[in-house]
């Protein structure tokens, strides 16, 4: 593929880079989507509920062509304390509104629209720097190759790499960063819907507050010293130390020289 003529480079495949392509290229805009994974979605991941109403506004009737894994007909909150929890639950009135997805197909689905209003994708290509002459950034630089164009959207994420070249943005300070794990356990569609109670294709999801989410928070004591020195070499105890959870585990940081996520 010629990497010549394009009017704009979206940086990132995920749903902002896809739908910034997308719209453009329905315009008529020569647009190039950049995404640095194998596909759209291979990197990403997420809590796994989308809410229905961005894709009506790019798809119309379409959005359901999207690849929905469930509606969510059930919703339940539960509030936790360590040793003591409290559940609601409740029913959506419309189940349409949103679905459960999954990111490695959501995307790449999101990125082949794109495509088929003609923006041009290019996956495994990560952009590593911006072109910028006189204060403008007129381009972006992935390997070897140096792409101009006349504006760049920077679509490659919540830390933003390219944001912070431009002078945009800077990092976000670590205490404000939680780290996150997830588990998906595959199970037979019956077995889902016996479980949770649902009928064929509804979904279930339930949100939790609370004990568990108060995260990288850490009192202002000894240890507090401790953590700040350890930001000094971009490296943090897991924040579960400071609860008497597993100790000596270290967790690399989003930061100076900590290198892309
Ligand atoms: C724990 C957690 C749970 C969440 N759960 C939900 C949920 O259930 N539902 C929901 O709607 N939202 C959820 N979100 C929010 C959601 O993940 C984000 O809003 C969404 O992913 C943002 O999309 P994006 O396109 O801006 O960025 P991303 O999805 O992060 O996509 C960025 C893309 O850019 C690519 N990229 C990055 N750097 C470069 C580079 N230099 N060159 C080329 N490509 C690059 C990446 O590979 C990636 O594909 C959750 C977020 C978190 C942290």
């Known amino acids: 593929m010629s990497l010549e003529g394009f009017e704009v480079a979206v940086v990132g495949a995920g749903p902002a880079g896809s739908a910034a392509a997308l719209t453009l290229a329905r315009e008529g805009v020569q647009v190039l989507l950049v995404e640095r994974g194998s596909f759209p979605g291979s990197k990403n ?8 109403y961005a894709l009506k506004r790019l798809f119309g009737e379409r959005w359901k062509e ?14 936790l304390k360590n040793d003591s929890a409290f559940s609601i639950e409740y029913e ?6 949103s679905f459960t997805a999954i990111r490695a197909k959501f995307d790449k689905w999101l990125g082949e629209q794109a495509e088929k209003a003609g923006a041009s994708l290019i996956n495994d290509a990560r ?18 190759d140096k792409i101009p164009t006349d504006a760049v959207i920077a679509c490659d994420g919540t830390t933003t790499g390219l944001a912070r070249k431009a002078g945009l943005v800077t990092m976000q300070e ?9 588990d998906v356990i595959e199970l037979p569609s019956e077995t889902i819907e016996e479980r949770f109670g649902l009928d064929s294709g509804e979904g279930a999801a339930n949100v939790f507050v609370g004990s568990p989410t108060d995260g990288g928070k850490i009192e202002n004591s000894s240890e507090d010293q401790a953590f700040h020195q350890e930001r000094e070499d971009h490296r943090v105890r897991c924040p579960y130390d400071s609860r008497g959870g597993p100790k000596n585990v270290e967790t ?10």
């Not at 959506?92 to 509104?97: F, Q």
């Not at 670590?174 to 997830?182: A, D, H, L, N, V």
């Open 45 to 52: 991941v997420f809590g796994g509920r989308i809410y229905s």
């Open 66 to 79: 999207a690849p929905i894994e469930r509606f969510v007909r059930k919703e339940g909150i539960t509030f």
């Open 92 to 97: 959506a009135t419309d189940p349409t509104l």
């Open 127 to 144: 952009v590593d720097d911006l072109l910028i002459d006189k204060g403008q950034v007129r381009g972006i630089v992935a390997g070897q």
């Open 174 to 182: 670590p205490q404000t960063i939680s780290m996150g794990m997830k």
């Open 252 to 261: 690399p940081l989003y930061g100076r020289n900590a290198g892309s996520r």
